[in-house]
């Protein structure tokens, strides 16, 4: 039987350096002096500091365009709220998500048991999927139909096995 896993992961360390060239970008642009601007990481959150929410739009863009530089996908981040701060200033958390959670697994599962290609199974394991059947070239197909498709989450394929 050949198998392969569907998971969804996050190169943390790329996120870290992201985060530090976005920091050092904002410390030295023109556009963000004197206000208060600041990109900060946590375990899973990147937070997301300003004195107004159009600066707070300019961070986050700033903080995009060092993620995509760094092949790290946007699929992977959630914003949360713009919500006051101290003073004047706004603040946003930016939550990482890495692995695929079970509402997710669900999801995958019923579209690659409504693809009806005869002899696939999926089933989860914990944050991953794991895609199963007898035919390499079924599995395949069902590779090539997940990338297609958008499931708000970046979607890796790995441990192909014959």
């Keep these: 039987m050949a198998s392969f896993d ?12 992201a985060v530090d060239q976005a920091a050092r970008e904002v410390g030295t642009r023109y556009d963000f002096k004197d206000t208060g601007s600041e990109i900060t990481l946590n375990d899973t ?4 500091l300003s004195s ?18 760094r092949k790290v996908s946007l699929k992977a981040l959630s914003y949360g709220e713009v919500e006051d701060a101290a ?56 590779i090539s139909k997940l990338k297609e498709v958008d499931f708000d989450l970046p979607l890796q394929f790995e441990n192909f096995r014959d």
């Design 45 to 48: 959150a990147i937070s997301l």
């Design 87 to 142: 003073g004047t200033s706004v603040r946003q958390a930016v939550v990482i998500q890495a692995g695929i959670s079970s509402d997710k697994a669900k999801e995958l599962n019923k579209f690659i048991k409504g693809l009806g290609i005869k002899g696939v199974q999926s089933q989860t394991q914990g944050e991953q999927v794991r895609v199963i059947s007898k035919k390499r070239d079924h599995l395949q197909t069902v």
């Design 52 to 69: 107004s929410e159009d600066r707070l739009n300019a961070l986050r863009q700033v903080l995009e365009e060092k993620l995509v530089k």
């Design 6 to 17: 569907v998971i969804s992961e996050i190169d943390m360390q790329e996120v870290r350096n």
